[in-house]
């Protein structure tokens, strides 16, 4: 069966230092891979998304990258931390693109 | 511009009642729907689905409902139990695969 992994759980970090998030598939190959952001009590913001190796796609302009090195590995990461990136960042997966997604567990982020 | 609108932020219900989760949406290429659940601090988990070609999908306690003329979706779960009591998604997908959620519902089930 399919599994989906993110670490941290939580990160306090402060602003201006860097940030790397990382998310893991297992159980697939060539998996859809999708960064969300959940400000609190508002929807999940698509923010990237991937179909394959190096390919990302950028949905909402911002202090944000991704990346994805290798298949089943998709990193969100930032330079420089601003206080408003402060939020509860997913990850996602799906087999094909107009598939059903399946999320991870999620990291709280908060940046002080 | 939100195109998925959830315009009721809570619910609350008696346990064994009837929970009625509504989603309303703008855009008409929206051709697949989806209701996710949501604990606090963890990542949503995928209820149920429904293509645009039907008007009803059931799967044991929930049911979605599709109205597309009033481009409407709901979801009912019968009967209710404390469990259940979690933010819901409604998400809407185009040909172009990508995932619009709604605002999110708060249903609370009271014991």
């Known amino acids: ?25 297992e159980g697939t190959s060539n998996p859809n891979l999708y ?7 508002r929807g999940l913001q698509l923010l990237f998304y991937s179909v394959g190796i190096g390919q990302i796609s950028s949905e909402v302009p911002q202090n944000l990258s991704a990346s994805r090195p290798q ?5 969100l990461s930032s330079k420089k931390l601003l206080l408003s990136d402060s939020s509860f960042y997913l990850c996602a997966w799906s ?18 | 511009d939100q195109q998925v609108k959830q315009n009721s932020p809570s619910l609350s219900v008696q346990e ?23 604990y606090p601090a963890e990542g949503p988990t995928f209820l149920i689905s429904i293509s645009s070609i039907k008007d009803k999908n059931e799967d044991g306690r929930f049911t979605v409902f ?12 019968v009967p209710s139990q404390p469990g259940d009591s979690a933010v819901y998604f409604c998400a809407a997908s185009d040909n ?16």
């Open chain 2, 66 to 77: 599709l109205n597309k003329s009033a481009k409407h979706l709901s979801l009912h779960i």
């Open chain 2, 16 to 38: 064994g009642r009837i929970s009625i989760l509504n989603c309303d949406y703008t855009n008409s290429m929206f051709d697949y729907f989806l209701w996710y659940k949501k």
């Open chain 1, 1 to 25: 069966s399919q599994t989906i992994h993110q670490w941290p759980a939580t990160l306090v970090q402060p602003v201006g230092s860097p940030l790397s998030l990382e998310c893991t598939v």
């Open chain 2, 96 to 111: 172009t695969g990508k995932l619009i959620f709604g605002q999110g519902t708060t249903l609370q089930v009271k014991p």
């Open chain 1, 95 to 112: 087999v094909l693109a107009r598939d059903t997604q399946y999320f991870g567990p999620g990291t709280r982020l908060t940046v002080l």
């Open chain 1, 35 to 41: 960064w969300y952001r959940q400000a609190a009590g």
């Open chain 1, 71 to 75: 298949d089943r590995q998709f990193i």
